[in-house]
């Protein structure tokens, strides 16, 4: 028993990240090795925090063994376990099921003497430093080309990753963007299997897909652009640790790294809009294009510099205000690449494009040729893609009205 009143009132608190697997195996010991600080083990009060989906979010205890047995029980559905010990040296305790941590308590102790009594805790728990929020989430960015998107190998590439930082990392966000018509969707996920299963199922949806993991100190946000060309690794570990999450990926997905470009913008927010405002896309580059221009080129390269060589022109199908419709079945693509501003070349009609046809469901076409092409579509609304490469993609919305009647089949 300590005497002085300044070491029994005395507080420390850490926190840490659990090394080992977390289990029900490794829980019983846990729960054991807390035990062991109590003078009376059963003058404590337990709460158990179940996952979202439960019924019954916090369920208490007045009893240690009913505890620990409803906790292995359920340990599926357990995110969150809470003791508190009445009389103990171990006075709080908290363990993260999803996170892998502890938050440890000592009261009684001067500092020398708790340091030492977390120190023992550390090697018998298999515990280490934990830094929760130090690194505000990103500490590193990587870009990948993808050179041939495969929804089952992205899935295993996810699935290591959470094993890596894991175990059953703890989903911060999920999510599937598509469009219907000029409305975008997101489709939400609380778990990793049921995002795995969707992006799966639903192989080329339009649209962003995210998913942020966390486990101990550790956060891992990947998405994937919606041409599925572009793959985005962001995360609180330091460049130096990351090697491991780029050797998750499988090779069949062909990525080949490129200097990663951070929006600033979490995982997503480089994948452009249909109706993305026009100054933000062009209005800055030209003005900054502008300003090196001037300090380093004269009238020639100063005219080069501000404005593209060539942007791609529709011909068909024709637009308004931005928006395409189509009365029939068949839509015709024809584009053509035009100087953009003043230029001495002509107009290039021989270029290879990419033609996609988006759906809400996912890609619907998707062609690689020459101008023009051919697509037959079913009544509904699209977006319409040229891409050219080294040139800015088109992005447009489409209505199909297919015809209804002999009449409008005769009009069309």
Same mark, same amino acid.
């Given at each position: 028993m300590?005497?002085?009143?300044?070491?029994?009132?005395?507080?420390?608190?850490?926190?840490?990240?659990v090394?080992a697997?977390?289990?029900?195996?490794?829980?019983?010991?846990?729960?054991?090795?807390?035990?062991?600080?109590?003078?009376?083990?059963?003058?404590?009060?337990c709460?158990?925090?179940m996952?979202?989906?439960? #019924?019954?979010?916090?369920?208490?205890?007045?009893?240690?063994?009913?505890?620990?047995?409803?906790?292995?029980?359920?340990?599926?559905?357990?995110?969150e376990?809470?003791?508190?010990?009445?009389?103990?040296?171990?006075?709080?305790?908290?363990?993260?099921?999803?996170?892998?941590?502890?938050?440890?308590? /000592?009261?009684?102790?001067?500092?020398?003497?708790?340091?030492?009594?977390?120190?023992?805790?550390?090697?018998?728990?298999?515990?280490?430093?934990?830094?929760?929020?130090?690194?505000?989430?990103?500490?590193?960015?990587?870009?990948?080309?993808v050179?041939?998107?495969?929804?089952?190998?992205?899935?295993?590439?996810?699935?290591?990753?959470?094993? /890596?930082?894991?175990?059953?990392?703890?989903?911060q966000?999920?999510?599937? #963007?598509?469009?219907?018509?000029?409305?975008?969707? *997101?489709?939400?996920?609380?778990?990793?299997?049921?995002?795995?299963?969707?992006?799966?199922? !639903?192989?080329?949806?339009?649209?962003?897909?995210?998913?942020?993991?966390?486990?101990?100190?550790?956060?891992?946000?990947?998405?994937?652009?919606?041409?599925?060309?572009?793959?985005?690794? !962001? @995360?609180?570990?330091?460049?130096?640790?990351?090697?491991?999450?780029?050797?998750?990926?499988?090779?069949? *997905?062909?990525?080949?790294?490129?200097?990663?470009v951070? @929006?600033?913008?979490?995982?997503?927010?480089s994948?452009?809009?249909?109706?993305?405002?026009?100054? *933000?896309?062009?209005?800055?580059?030209?003005?900054?294009?502008?300003?090196?221009?001037?300090?380093?080129?004269?009238?020639?390269?100063?005219? #080069?510099?501000?404005?593209?060589?060539?942007?791609?022109?529709?011909?068909?199908?024709?637009?308004?205000?931005?928006?395409?419709?189509?009365?029939? @079945?068949?839509?015709?693509?024809?584009?053509?690449?035009?100087?953009?501003?003043?230029?001495?070349?002509?107009?290039?009609?021989?270029?290879?494009?990419?033609?996609q046809?988006?759906? $809400?469901?996912?890609?619907? @076409?998707?062609?690689?040729? #020459?101008?023009?092409?051919?697509?037959? *579509?079913?009544?509904?609304?699209?977006? /319409?893609?040229?891409?050219?490469?080294?040139? $800015?993609?088109?992005?447009?919305?489409?209505?199909?009205?297919?015809?209804?009647?002999?009449?409008?089949?005769?009009?069309?």
């Amino acid at each position: 028993m300590i005497d002085n009143k300044d070491y029994v009132d005395s507080e420390f608190e850490r926190w840490f990240d659990v090394t080992a697997k977390v289990d029900q195996i490794w829980f019983r010991s846990y729960a054991d090795e807390l035990a062991e600080y109590c003078e009376t083990p059963d003058d404590v009060r337990c709460e158990v925090w179940m996952m979202p989906q439960c #019924k019954d979010r916090r369920v208490n205890f007045r009893n240690r063994s009913a505890w620990l047995e409803f906790v292995c029980n359920n340990w599926s559905d357990v995110e969150e376990v809470v003791i508190f010990q009445y009389g103990s040296a171990i006075q709080f305790a908290l363990l993260n099921t999803r996170h892998c941590y502890v938050r440890l308590r /000592l009261e009684g102790y001067e500092a020398a003497e708790a340091n030492e009594k977390f120190s023992s805790l550390q090697g018998r728990l298999s515990l280490r430093d934990s830094h929760p929020y130090a690194y505000k989430y990103r500490r590193s960015s990587m870009e990948f080309k993808v050179g041939q998107w495969d929804p089952k190998e992205f899935a295993v590439g996810v699935n290591k990753i959470a094993d /890596l930082i894991g175990p059953n990392p703890h989903v911060q966000e999920a999510f599937v #963007k598509s469009f219907k018509g000029d409305i975008e969707e *997101l489709t939400p996920f609380h778990d990793r299997q049921s995002f795995c299963e969707h992006i799966d199922r !639903r192989a080329n949806v339009f649209g962003e897909m995210v998913i942020q993991m966390r486990s101990r100190s550790v956060t891992v946000g990947i998405g994937v652009s919606s041409d599925h060309k572009k793959l985005r690794i !962001r @995360t609180s570990l330091p460049p130096e640790e990351v090697d491991s999450l780029i050797e998750a990926w499988p090779s069949e *997905l062909k990525l080949d790294q490129i200097k990663a470009v951070d @929006t600033g913008a979490y995982i997503s927010g480089s994948v452009p809009s249909v109706n993305e405002n026009p100054w *933000l896309k062009h209005g800055i580059p030209v003005l900054m294009a502008f300003i090196t221009a001037a300090s380093t080129a004269g009238l020639i390269s100063l005219k #080069k510099s501000v404005w593209p060589d060539y942007k791609i022109s529709v011909a068909s199908p024709l637009l308004e205000n931005g928006k395409a419709k189509l009365l029939g @079945t068949q839509l015709v693509v024809d584009w053509y690449l035009q100087p953009d501003g003043g230029s001495l070349r002509g107009i290039n009609r021989n270029s290879i494009g990419s033609v996609q046809v988006l759906g $809400a469901s996912g890609i619907i @076409t998707h062609i690689n040729s #020459k101008s023009p092409v051919s697509i037959p *579509l079913s009544s509904g609304d699209y977006i /319409l893609s040229i891409d050219v490469p080294d040139i $800015a993609p088109v992005h447009i919305p489409l209505h199909v009205d297919g015809p209804t009647s002999q009449t409008s089949s005769i009009k069309n």
